[in-house]
């Protein structure tokens, strides 16, 4: 069964300092991961997404995030927070219904608060 | 432009009504999807459509209903049934069937349901 853990619930950071985001996969299979943003009271935007091809991938806004197999994780980070940067981050990822259809498993979320 | 429109975004209930939250796309995506967001738990699926006139109950799929009679709709109703209704409400859509790619969601903006 695939599943999804955000190993911290709230992450607070300085401006201009490293953000990282932890995440942890468990699939049975090759898996699709995902990262999404959601503002308060808004949609979940897209910031990247791992689909088996380079293992670093780079999204939006310079965040990027690392599969590794081995560890089976898929954490993301950006070099230099922004105060815009201040959200809620979501890890998910892709599983197949029966019949090949597919179903986005979701982590719990981690609130990013970035201080002045 | 294309994207997913979900309406109204804020909507109040009373006690043993029946009340109807709209999600139009024009991605021309085959999967539709409603989710429910509580605080610090992520996201729920509670209906799914691959297909125009099918539709799968998700994990919480208790005291909603759904249909598709058109590609570009998935009205979701949250019924008297529904104990607990007070939640944000998220509509995504995928290209649908496969792995990688097609997996990516785009969500709405949301409808937030207040039951008074």
Known sequence: AQSVTQLDSHVSVSEGTPVLLRCNYSSSYSPSLFWYVQHPNKGLQLLLKYTSAATLVKGINGFEAEFKKSETSFHLTKPSAHMSDAAEYFCVVSAMFSGGYNKLIFGAGTRLAVHP | DGGITQSPKYLFRKEGQNV??????????????WYRQDPGQGLRLIYYSQIVNDFQKGDIAEGYSVSREKKESFPLTVTS?????????LCASSKGQGRGWNTEAFFGQGTRLTVV
């Open chain 2, 81 to 89: 049934a529904q104990k607990n209704p007070t939640a944000f409400y």
């Open chain 2, 20 to 33: 109807t939250l709209s999600c139009e796309q024009n991605l021309n995506h085959d999967a539709m999807y």
